[in-house]
């Protein structure tokens, strides 16, 4: 464990804030929490860092991108183990999340020759009609325990290549990990400016603190966006705060992602989905399977398949190569569960397996995943249980098992497994799912970098990472210049002295 530290030398840390990690309960650093002071600080440094960086033009930007994604490619198996000790997920999941942050740098270094504005025509002769993209300024990024590095790579990644300054609050869960990052972003720069190029001081810096960290860097005036992912309690938080002063918000928060499975679906293949929907990162990921809507034909031999394969889950320590899943985050979302699984049953639940605490000989808080099935959609079900808490329901028409998948606050991610045709094009046109992502023959969870992520309704409407999410980082300009020796004024209006 100490070399894991040692790689980012945080082996000795000392501080007010204790970190421990769900693998076994044991404290593995301390940090000094900044106060809000300390934060007005940072934003300020990042403000002059602004100033500097949005002059350097973009492939140069790229370059550091690129740079930076090379020192992530030097230390992945490092920064996988420590996002392991810190978060608890499986290594699998701690080395792919840091692929993910690879894979969004290689995006964004492509990305910083390509921001593209357009032209049009002007109504008026000898004029010259364009849009421009320019950077936008401050962003600041609020991030949540369950993805420790991944998201801030997706958004600094990009704030980065569009000229920004970034300034990050990390979980306060996960503040190790953020220094991890922040060394490596230091060796980055070290290495930029060995080839001659210049980085301002403040281009990235990490607030280690709490929900009132949090809170003061999103009622600053001078930070331009603030990119906020966790759950929705906190999203209408910052929503309020940012939108008060007028300020623009980029929000990513809970989900409560279905499956449907039809008569016509690939049984096998949606029994290995919804492992790894369900019960990978221990229910802990914002696209987690949290609903299996089945065909009741089909109903049967489904659930006496996924409850098999759910009693042969090796759970335990989550460094094990063998090993699915891994602890829960703390005792409080342990006992979320527990209240969940409680609720699920006074809402007329039934659970089929799993739901208990599972010991492996070490501390930390390891459940066996449960399956619940309900004879409606209550409110347990409605509600996001960041655990791995799967509810089944059962219908009899495509349009019926679309309206339950849609009834519900959240609207991240949804999938279908058919391999009827037209059952997948009723699920992805204008009347089928209304999430950010829709899927057809795969899990919910486990996107890809290229395309826009994000989700409707109470997930808050923002896009991050791939496709066009770019534009949120910049700011949009409308030019008009008007080359000719007359001055008419556009809808032909007349107005002469
Ligand atoms: P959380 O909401 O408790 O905390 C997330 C972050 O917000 C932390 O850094 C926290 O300190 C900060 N915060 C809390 N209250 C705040 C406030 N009022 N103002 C400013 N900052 C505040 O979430 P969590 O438990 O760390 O993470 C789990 C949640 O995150 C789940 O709901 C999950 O679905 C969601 N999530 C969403 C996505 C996505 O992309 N949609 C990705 C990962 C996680």
Known sequence: MQDVLKAFGLENTSGNWPVYSPVDGSQIGAVAMHTSNDVLAMVESA???????????????????????EELRLCKSDLGRLVTLECGKILQEGLGEVQEMIDICDFAVGLSRQLYGMTMPSERAGHHMREVWHPLGVVGVITAFNFPVAVWAWNAALALVCGDSVVWKPSEKTPLTALACSKIFERTVVKFRAKGHVVPDGLMQVIVGGRDAGEALCAHHDVALVSATGSTRMGKAVATTVAARL????????????????????????????????????????????????????????????VKAYEAIRIGNPFDASTLVGPLIDKAAFEAMQKALADAVKQGGCVLTGGGRVDVGAGGYYVRPAIVEMSAQTEVVSTETFAPILYVLTYERLHEAIALQNDVPQGL???IFTTDMREAEQFTSITGSDCGIANVN??????????????????????????????????RQTQTVNYSNALPLAQGIVFEV
């Open 47 to 69: 403000k002059r860092a602004f100033v500097a960086w949005r002059e350097v033009p973009a492939p140069v930007r790229g370059e550091f991108v690129r740079l930076l994604g």
């Open 247 to 306: 300020g623009r918000s980029l929000l990513e928060l809970g989900g409560n992602n279905a499956m449907i499975v039809t008569p016509q679906a690939d049984i096998e293949m949606a029994v290995r989905a919804i492992l790894f929907g369900a019960v990978g990162t221990a229910g802990q990921r914002c696209t987690s399977l949290r609903r299996l809507i089945v065909h009741k034909n089909v109903a049967e031999k489904l659930m006496g398949s996924l």
């Open 413 to 415: 991610s949804s999938c």
């Open 442 to 475: 795969i899990g919910p969870s486990g996107a890809e970098i290229g395309g826009a992520f994000g989700g409707e309704k109470e997930t808050g409407g923002g896009r991050e990472s791939g496709s066009d999410s770019w534009k949120a980082y910049m700011r």
